[in-house]
């Protein structure tokens, strides 16, 4: 996730590969099917994501960074009220800046985050056993 494109999920869809590739070199003599692949690039997904929950609140914690994240989701919520006339939206800009709304904010970027993680692990699951299986079936 630290490598410049790891954002965008290549990291992911990266890991979901090799370990579809990684696999096939333990079980040599084994044709997997594409859904089997998917489900172990989806489980290579999950535990990216424990990974890097992990590794990101060891280093918020040894940082102290957490005051400095709370107040940059304020700003920048502050900032999107800024710019809605909309009264509704006002409120619910002001309900998120408490300490429940902003734990609610939290709680759906981490669901968001595990969602986007198993589908690109997915992804190169899948994509590991389908060209793999293209090779074999050129192979004479």
Do not use: W
């Not at 890991?15 to 079980?27: D, N, V």
């Not at 800009?93 to 734990?103: C, N, R, S």
């Amino acid at each position: 996730m630290l490598a410049p494109f790891g954002l965008l999920g290549l990291g992911i869809i990266a890991a979901g590969f090799l370990s579809i590739r990684f696999y096939r070199r333990r079980m040599p003599g084994l044709m997997l099917t594409t859904g089997a692949g998917a489900r172990v690039g989806a489980l290579t997904g999950v535990l990216g994501f424990c990974m890097f929950i992990l590794f990101t609140s060891l280093q918020i914690s040894l940082s102290h960074s957490g005051g400095m994240i709370r107040a940059a989701l304020i700003d920048a919520l502050e900032k999107s009220a800024q710019r809605s006339a909309d009264p509704q939206a006002q409120a619910a800009l002001a309900q998120l800046k408490t300490p429940e709304g902003l734990a609610f904010m939290m709680a759906m970027g981490l669901l968001v985050m595990l969602m986007g993680f198993v589908v690109f692990g997915t992804v190169g699951g899948a994509a590991a056993v389908m060209l793999k299986n293209r090779e074999g079936r050129r192979d004479p």
